[in-house]
């Protein structure tokens, strides 16, 4: 998930917003509940944004407006802290009587909540909302485990590729439309001002890596029959963790610095002036507006393997789901489907610049802010998302993916052995999650 506004602050501050990425769905027991009242107080737990007024306004009127039809109902909306929400959520989930009715939830969290039993099945509420016909596929993946809905999408975030045009412009360069000319492009960036990384990579950016995998046909995991198998050695996937491990070194972003960078950390570098490139999301745009390079950037979809193509992004963002010990479940998807709706995603879009998860609002969204037309076309051509099992968590928890990049750019191992010891220790995951 990913949380962003557009109030500007410091770029350590924006940098900072963009940790929320994933964490390990709590070990619970929860119990379901067995009534459903038409009366009484729903309570509802949201993130808490770096500024929050703009998110509290929109979702005032989101409130107002569904106890508008719902007179005899109270609406408690709590913001919690990002950081504390592991804690906040199993605790939720282990005592239903201080649980609330709704969360705000990651959508890498979807398969580890359900497993614990904390989210209630929408599916057959989600399947005959009209506003869900219009859901971004890929969104609505985010909520689905099993073949069934556990919630609504609530935004989307995907990453793009930003580029100076100031030094562009100085070295003749045109934006690349592949990955073989991205990776020229930066070496070529890094030969002529070696005071700048080409493009700023890290190897500890599992999200900014994904691409060049998708890119070249390859997977994460595999699914067959309820279970996962990592796909991380095959031929395919070794292509583009070749692909994108090529990128560190001297030529470009030299591995004794890059190899510990995480997203935050490239996306401050371009900002701060320091690389002629990088991998950047939706929400990373106040950060770099907040920059050095204000005035001298732009952004494009990242080139996939052939000129064309766009490199799959992962569509991150945030969910609102039921929990499935609320007494006032029909009260609690009503004010779900308000919270998550059409409208609201267009007020917080406009408030927060959160991408809509409906294909036609964030249409609207483009033709209104051209900024965001890069990542409305690379959501456009196919974005895609993590294994839907609550291994998951533990396997980005535990830096599977990010060692497997640091052994390779540190030279420790070649794709191959990395490639292969990442697998087997996303199949004991795997396993273990059942």
Not at 7 to 27: D, E, H, K, M, R
Not at 376 to 382: E, S, Y
Request: proline letters at 5%.
């Amino acid at each position: 998930m990913k949380l962003r506004s557009r109030t500007a602050v410091s770029v350590a501050a924006f940098v900072l917003a963009g940790l929320t990425a994933t964490a390990c769905a709590p070990q619970t027991s929860v119990s379901t509940a067995t009534k459903d009242e038409k009366t009484g107080t729903l309570r509802v737990w949201l993130f808490q944004e770096v500024a929050n007024d703009p998110k509290k306004k929109v979702v005032d009127g989101a409130v107002a407006a569904f106890t508008a039809r719902n007179a005899d109902v109270k609406v408690e909306v709590e913001y919690i802290p990002v950081e504390s929400r592991a804690q906040r959520v199993k605790a939720a989930f282990n005592d239903p009587k201080s649980a609330p009715d709704l969360i705000e939830y990651g959508n890498t969290d979807t398969a580890g909540y359900v497993k614990d039993g904390g989210l209630a099945d929408i599916s057959a509420e989600f399947g005959a909302w009209p506003d869900a016909k219009d859901t971004d596929p890929t969104a609505v993946q985010s909520v689905t485990v099993g073949g069934k809905v556990y919630g609504a999408p609530f935004f989307v975030g995907v990453r793009a590729l930003y580029y100076r045009t100031d030094v562009f412009t100085e070295l003749g360069l045109q934006p690349p439309r592949t990955q073989d000319e991205l990776v020229a492009t930066a070496k070529r960036i890094r030969q002529a001002r070696p005071e700048l990384y080409g493009i700023a990579v890290g190897g500890a950016y599992t999200y900014g890596a994904m691409p060049f995998i998708w890119a070249n046909g390859g997977e994460l995991a595999e699914e067959s029959g309820g279970a996962h198998r990592s796909a991380i050695a095959g031929a395919a996937a070794r292509k583009g963790i070749e692909t994108y491990t090529s990128l560190f070194g001297d030529d470009n972003c030299p591995a004794a610095k890059c190899a510990a960078m995480g997203g935050n950390a490239t996306v401050t570098a371009f900002a701060s002036g320091n690389a002629g490139m990088a991998i950047g999301g939706d929400f990373s745009h106040q950060a770099v507006e907040a920059g050095a390079v204000k005035g001298k950037y732009a952004v494009v979809p990242l080139p996939g393997v052939k000129e064309g193509e766009i490199a799959p992004a992962f569509a991150g963002g945030n969910n609102i789901g039921v929990l499935k010990s609320s007494s006032r479940r029909t009260l609690a998807v009503d004010l779900m489907k308000q919270l998550a709706g059409k409208d609201t995603q267009r007020g917080l879009f406009d408030a927060m610049g959160f991408l809509p998860t409906y294909t036609d609002v964030r249409a609207e969204a483009a033709r209104k802010d051209p900024f965001v037309e890069p990542f409305v076309k690379t959501l456009t051509a196919g974005a895609k998302f993590v294994p839907a099992s609550p291994a998951w968590g533990q396997i980005d928890a535990s830096t599977v993916l990010p060692t497997m990049f640091q052994e390779i750019v540190s030279g420790k191992k070649d794709v191959a052995t990395a490639s292969g010891d990442a697998a087997k220790k996303m199949d004991a995951a795997f396993t273990s999650a059942g």
